[in-house]
């Protein structure tokens, strides 16, 4: 079965520590894509990544960074000198794309909550 | 403006009135979907749409109606509200699927606050 596990419910820090995201997931596919997005206290959702399965590549986005371990199963995403913009919900999630018609499916964690102190 | 809209962004509704929230995009997307957010629970995932009349349950379709007859509306239907289905839902569009080669932005409406009593 599919599946998204953000174990952090909630990480606190103070501005300028870095601080690491946690995601893991489950999949019976070999091809599949994984994703970051956020949410902000104005609740919008706003996407942040995308990364497929052949592609282990670490991506750097300014002060983001994801890391991808298919051995471990895991997308991991840091943050490095936070700031107290990036206080959010940060969800992972994860789309298979061989099975049953499940192109269009889309599997999130259920989220966690990270406030970046000043 | 491209964007994606829902109304109402707020209701309070009674068990069992018939209640639609309309969804919206000015993008000319293709992918069109659902999802309901509660507290401790993250983001799931209720209907989604590949196309105009082609649409697939999610996770957690129960309660829930849809249609796609225009490719830029994409209602969710609850026939009979119940208090379980009080959440904040959320509609989103993209050009393409989330596993289309290539990357397409998926765009989030603003929410739907729904309470059932």
């Known amino acids: 079965a599919q599946k998204v596990t953000q174990a952090q419910t909630e990480i606190s820090v103070v501005e300028k520590e870095d601080v690491t995201l946690d995601c893991v997931y489950e999949?019976?596919?070999?091809?599949?894509?994984l994703f970051w997005y956020k949410q902000p206290p104005s609740g919008e959702l706003v996407f942040l990544i995308r990364?497929?399965?052949?592609?282990?590549q670490n991506e750097i986005s300014g002060r983001y960074s994801w890391n991808f371990q298919k051995s471990t199963s895991s997308f991991n995403f840091t943050i490095t000198a936070s700031q107290v913009v990036d206080s959010a919900v940060y969800f992972c999630?994860?789309?298979?794309?061989?099975?049953?018609?499940?192109?269009?499916?889309?599997?999130f964690g259920k989220g966690t909550k990270l406030s970046v102190k000043p | 403006e491209a964007q994606v809209t829902q109304n109402p962004r707020y209701l309070i509704t009674v068990t069992g009135k018939k209640l639609t929230v309309t969804c919206s995009q000015n993008?000319?997307?293709?992918?069109m979907s659902w999802y309901r957010q509660d507290p401790g629970l993250g983001l799931r995932q209720i209907y989604y749409?590949?196309?105009?009349?082609?649409?697939d349950k999610g996770d957690v379709p129960e309660g829930y109606k849809v249609s796609r007859k225009e490719k830029r509306n994409f209602p969710l239907i609850l026939e009979s509200p119940s208090p379980n289905q009080t959440s904040l839902y959320f509609c989103?569009?993209?050009?393409?699927?989330?596993?289309?080669?290539?990357?397409?932005?998926?765009?989030f409406g603003p929410g739907t606050r729904l309470l059932v009593l």
């Open positions: 989103a569009s993209s050009l393409a699927p989330p596993t289309s080669g290539t990357l397409q932005t998926q765009y």
């Open positions: 999949t019976r596919d070999t091809t599949y894509y």
């Open positions: 990364r497929n399965s052949f592609d282990e």
């Open positions: 999630a994860l789309s298979e794309v061989n099975y049953g018609g499940s192109q269009g499916n889309l599997i």
């Open positions: 993008m000319n997307h293709e992918y």
């Open positions: 749409s590949m196309n105009v009349e082609v649409t």
